[in-house]
Antibody, heavy 112, light 107 residues
Framework: QVQLQESGPGLVKPSETLSLTCNVS????????WSWIRQPPGMGLEWIGY???????TYNPSLQSRVTISVDTSKNQVSLKLSSVTAADTAIYYC??????WGQGTLVTVSS | DIEMTQSPSSLSASVGDRVTITCRAS??????LNWYQQKPGKAPKFLIY???SLQSGVPSRFSGSRSGTDFTLTISNVQPEDFATYYC?????????FGGGTKVEIK
């Protein structure tokens, strides 16, 4: 069973770029679609985007201009970059192979 | 975007009750509908796929159904460990979208 673990800075300054990594274990990263989802504290879930097994990316139009999802097969890692962040980007960020496998999530706070 | 409208936003139930949560899609999504359970501080847990198929390991008291663009999650004989927030999610088309959630609390 594939397992996922997100990591990255817990605090990012406004206007900077949020960068997170998802370490994948238990299977080849090439076998899956990789999604990122976020959840502001106390609120609902928002899909950020995914990368397919053939490397094609699809992003939520609400974030498309600021998001990049990539995969490093040599490290078995999935990455998320979100540029020009504001306080509204404060959330728990999850990587997942939707619908079945989710990481534990990592809280990112945007604050100066 | 396909909007997923979940109702109610919260409900109270007693152990042993039957609980029903509804999710309505803003357009046809066939059976491309998943249900999740989320407990505080935890990632969502996958319960049901294709509107009515139970994920392996999920208790049979959970069930899902579809009528057109209306989807229902039913928990029969609700147990203490079932008190949580439930989300629907459509996988018919990007952007993937979630319902707003239904919090099931103990009465």
């Amino acid at each position: 069973q594939v397992q996922l673990q997100e990591s990255g800075p817990g605090l990012v300054k406004p206007s900077e770029t949020l960068s997170l990594t998802c370490n994948v274990s238990g299977d080849s990263i090439s076998n899956y679609y990789w999604s990122w989802i976020r959840q502001p504290p106390g609120m609902g879930l928002e899909w950020i985007g995914y990368m397919s097994s053939n490397g094609r990316t699809t992003y939520n139009p609400s974030l498309q201009s600021r998001v990049t999802i990539s995969v490093d097969t040599s490290k078995n890692q999935v990455s998320l970059k979100l540029s020009s962040v504001t306080a509204a980007d404060t959330a728990i960020y999850y990587c997942a192979t939707l619908p079945s496998v989710w990481g534990q999530g990592t809280l990112v706070t945007v604050s100066s | 975007d396909i909007e997923m409208t979940q109702s109610p936003s919260s409900l109270s139930a007693s152990v042993g009750d039957r609980v029903t949560i509804t999710c309505r899609a803003s357009q046809s999504i066939s059976t491309y509908l998943n249900w999740y359970q989320q407990k505080p501080g935890k990632a969502p847990k996958f319960l049901i796929y294709a509107a009515s198929s139970l994920q392996s390991g999920v208790p049979s008291r959970f069930s899902g159904s579809r009528s057109g663009t209306d989807f229902t999650l039913t928990i029969s004989n609700v147990q203490p460990e079932d008190f949580a927030t439930y989300y629907c999610q459509q996988s018919y088309s990007a952007p993937l979208t979630f319902g707003g959630g239904t919090k099931v609390e103990i009465k």
